[in-house]
């Protein structure tokens, strides 16, 4: 198969095209992130309401824990466990966002500067940021041979630049979906106005 053909296994087919998209390298920065946004929110949406409440159960007892002044974080860790035994979502969702909730504990424990009274929607935006680590970011294999004969270097880079693009929209969706307790009514942002040029502007 051709370096231009390749469309890696490990990436689902919702993630195909921002990957050939970061591989073309014909888009800009926020162009790209636009359609990985895109394949992301589908995601959000098609898992559903379930891993949220979730995510939100979790980071209502990590204030919890937090507000007591508990900090035996054995406790706290099997606390989480605990709740995500009991969703009602699938074995993989309940570990996505069991991840979210263990790694804002691993931060707070070791000294992150973290917003406790926001726990729950930050818990929230952390579950948004495990499916797009899970299903896209990590999903890239590390090999030389990447579509369009792209080198793994350049891949990485414009991985990392577009997801520097796309975090403060995940912030926004678990604004919303801390209110909602659904994805349903979640959107892509708008697209950035580029202003007209006044040729008389500035002139004098």
Request: hydrophobic share 35%; aromatic share 6%.
């Amino acid at each position: 198969m051709a370096d231009g053909d390749i469309l890696h296994d490990r990436l689902s087919r919702l993630y195909q095209k921002p990957y050939k998209w970061l591989c073309q390298g014909k888009a800009d920065n926020n162009e790209c992130a636009r359609v990985l946004m895109s394949a992301i929110l589908r995601d959000i949406q098609k898992k559903g309401a379930a891993p949220v409440i979730l995510a939100k159960q979790i980071g209502e007892s990590l204030k919890q824990s937090f507000d007591n002044g508990c900090r035996d974080w054995g406790s706290v860790g099997k606390e989480l466990e605990r709740l995500a035994q009991q969703a009602s979502c699938s074995h993989y969702l309940r570990e996505l966002v069991l991840r979210a909730g263990k790694n804002i504990l691993h931060n707070i424990r070791y000294g992150s500067a973290i917003e406790t009274s926001k726990l729950v929607e930050l818990t929230v935006r952390q579950y948004i940021h495990e499916i797009y680590k899970s299903n896209f970011e990590q999903s890239i294999p590390l090999t030389t041979n990447h579509y369009n004969g792209v080198d793994n270097d350049t891949v990485i880079k414009r991985v990392q630049a577009v997801g520097l693009e796309i975090l403060p929209t995940f912030s926004k969706w678990a604004k919303q979906v801390n209110t909602d307790e659904d994805v349903a009514n979640l959107r892509l942002p708008r697209r950035q106005k580029v202003k007209e040029i006044d040729l008389g502007e500035n002139l004098l």
